[in-house]
């Protein structure tokens, strides 16, 4: 038996031969796709974000009816993209010759690493990775503005922030810097005091 396919018209057989229960007023038989014309719907779906999911008369095409007649490649990317649109913040590869999808599972700590070509990207800002905090992470920066209301001091190396709670101003940065608390100057290269006697 052969069904006419809605998209191409051309008679294929039942089995290579998607039929759905939609169909336009007037229309005597349901909605068919072939297997050619079901898997061009579903490969322009995954670059025109506007196509996906695939629809016919505005209903999804359920993914389970079409694994029969669709090539796994085809399906995984679909599962792929579904990921990639279901994210609320998706991270892309900041490498301008590259920028696939970076799945959630492959960032770790703000930083995402492609599996294509190995670049890091920063969560955050989405520029290629950079040392220390992202300056564009909102967290870190109400953060910033309570360490400046508080008086702290950030490494002048690695930017960690740090509270002198007691002692001489005389920091050592778990990075091995040694600076001033007061200027963030290395240590005795500034004319501040050494310590206040409120701190020790």
Same mark, same amino acid.
């Given at each position: ?58 209903? #999804? !095409?359920? *993914? ?11 399906? &995984?990317?679909?599962? +792929? ?61 109400? #953060? !910033?503005? *309570? ?11 690695? &930017?960690?922030?740090? +509270? ?37």
């Amino acid at each position: 038996t052969h069904i006419s396919c809605s998209a191409c018209m051309e008679p294929k057989p039942r089995f290579d031969v998607l039929e759905l229960n939609c169909h336009r007023d007037g229309d005597a038989t349901p909605h068919a796709y072939c297997r050619g014309c079901l898997v061009d719907l579903f490969q322009a779906s995954l670059t025109d974000t506007t196509l996906f999911p695939p629809r016919c008369c505005g209903n #999804l !095409i359920p *993914i389970s009816a079409c694994r029969a007649i669709v090539p796994s490649a085809v399906i &995984r990317a679909y599962e +792929e993209k579904e990921i990639e649109l279901l994210l609320p913040n998706p991270v892309y590869c900041s490498n301008r010759y590259c920028g696939k999808f970076i799945k959630p599972q492959h960032i770790i700590a703000d930083v995402a690493t492609c599996l294509v070509c190995r670049a890091e990207t920063c969560c955050v800002c989405k520029n290629p990775n950079h040392r220390g905090v992202c300056p564009k992470d909102p967290a870190v920066l109400a #953060l !910033i503005d *309570i360490a400046g209301k508080m008086k702290w001091q950030r490494c002048p190396k690695c &930017r960690t922030l740090v +509270e002198l709670q007691m002692g001489c101003y005389h920091m050592t940065c778990p990075c091995g810097s040694q600076f001033c608390y007061l200027c963030a100057k290395p240590w005795k290269t500034c004319k501040c005091p050494q310590w206040d006697e409120g701190h020790l």
